[in-house]
């Protein structure tokens, strides 16, 4: 790999369930995927407007940097039940996109209208080690 770090969004390094140690100058960077569920009450007479914010808050997100893919879903049974789900690299890479520019501007409005409720989750796979909830140390 000539001491570059892999292209992840290419899917050079594959998740497993366990942290993945990547390689590069320093000390080695862990992997561990996060999927962002947003999900949001949309009045049908809505529909048109927040379908173009919603498409245009995902494309703002994938442009940064720690994405990895995002879809956009409509309940079958309540049309009026919308959702965003997002996969990152790492939380700290979600939130370091929530704090871009261009991301405040196309979408933190629209994310502002979820339905509030905890929104990361780790992926979850055969034999994964589970995050410990409670309050997290900085240093």
Excluded: C
């Excluded at 494309?59 to 789900?85: C, F, K, M």
Aim: proline share 6%.
């Amino acid at each position: 790999m000539n001491g570059s770090r892999p292209n992840l969004r290419a899917g050079t390094v594959r998740f497993t369930g366990e942290p993945v140690n990547l390689p590069g100058p320093g000390p080695l960077a862990t992997l561990t995927i996060v999927l962002v569920v947003n999900r949001f009450r949309v009045p049908e007479e809505e529909t048109t407007g927040f379908r173009a914010d919603v498409e245009e808050a995902r494309a703002a997100l994938s442009e940064q940097r720690g994405y990895r893919h995002g879809t956009i879903g409509r309940n079958v049974d309540d049309p009026t039940l919308w959702t965003l789900v997002t996969a990152w690299d790492n939380v700290g890479a979600y939130r370091r996109a929530l704090s871009s520019y261009d991301v405040k501007l196309r979408a933190v409005a629209l994310l502002g209208r979820a339905i509030e409720e905890p929104s990361a989750y780790e992926v979850v796979e055969p034999d994964t080690v589970l995050n410990v909830g409670g309050a997290r140390s900085i240093g």
